[in-house]
Nanobody
Framework: QVQLVESGGGLVQAGGSLRLSCLASGLSFSDYHMGWFRQAPGKEREFVAAIAWSGGRTTYADSVKGRFTISRDNAKNTVYLQMNSLKPEDTAVYYC?????????????????WGQGTQVTVSS
């Protein structure tokens, strides 16, 4: 049974930082590209960042470029999202997801497995 478990969310003031983690089990982690997505109330789920299975390629949404960094540790079956210079508009539930496709993708429906999400709230 595949499980993706996010942690590290919370309440932070604007300009602050958080580091999200996603621990994967039940799959061959190093065979999957990993992504972070977020969903704010009343909005569709949107792409945040993704990283290739090897960690050699990353891609980011324009809204987070230069502020967020995605990384992974295949020995620990974990993907991270370091979020700096947080803004109130970053407030959302953040989800990690695993994709078995050949290329790193940004479309949520292409991902095979999802975590339950972790809440990030940025106060102004």
């Amino acid at each position: 049974q595949v499980q993706l478990v996010e942690s590290g969310g919370g309440l932070v003031q604007a300009g602050g930082s958080l580091r999200l983690s996603c621990l994967a089990s039940g799959l061959s982690f190093s065979d999957y590209h990993m992504g972070w997505f977020r969903q704010a109330p009343g909005k569709e789920r949107e792409f945040v960042a993704a990283i290739a299975w090897s960690g050699g390629r990353t891609t980011y949404a324009d809204s987070v470029k230069g502020r967020f960094t995605i990384s992974r540790d295949n020995a620990k079956n974990t993907v991270y999202l370091q979020m700096n210079s947080l803004k109130p508009e970053d407030t959302a539930v953040y989800y990690c997801a695993a994709d078995s496709g050949l290329m790193v993708r940004v479309t949520p429906k292409r991902y095979d497995y999802w975590g339950q999400g972790t809440q990030v709230t940025v106060s102004s």
